[in-house]
Nanobody, 122 residues
Framework: QVRLVESGGGLVQAGGSLRLSCAASGRTFSSYTMGWFRQAPGKEREFVAAITWRGNTYYGDSVKGRFTISRDNPRNTVNLQMNILKHEDTAVYYC????????????????WGQGTQVTVSS
């Protein structure tokens, strides 16, 4: 079992930055692929970024070049640095984990956090 708790959301102006963190419980955190997804009202959950246990990173097209995912295995945390935020980045952001390799579909992740709201004012 893995428990995930997100933090760092909030309100920011367009062009600004936010850093989300996800704290994970469980002894085998380092073996999990960790992902970030987001969901805006009335829209499907969207893949944002993922990082494998090796540190390989993957990004959704809409955030490439602006967002950076990283992980700190000894601290059981995964972070999402979000720069040059746009109004369309407004959503609830979720941390997720899966035991196997990287995946871009929410249905392929086994564990989820409760989500943290990010609001970007235009």
């Amino acid at each position: 079992q893995v428990r995930l708790v997100e933090s760092g959301g909030g309100l920011v102006q367009a062009g600004g930055s936010l850093r989300l963190s996800c704290a994970a419980s469980g002894r085998t955190f380092s073996s999990y692929t960790m992902g970030w997804f987001r969901q805006a009202p009335g829209k499907e959950r969207e893949f944002v970024a993922a990082i494998t246990w090796r540190g390989n990173t993957y990004y959704g097209d809409s955030v490439k070049g602006r967002f950076t995912i990283s992980r700190d295995n000894p601290r059981n945390t995964v972070n999402l640095q979000m720069n040059i935020l746009k109004h369309e980045d407004t959503a609830v952001y979720y941390c997720a984990a899966r035991q196997n390799g990287v995946a871009g579909s929410a249905s392929e992740y086994d564990y989820w956090g409760q989500g943290t709201q990010v609001t970007v004012s235009s």
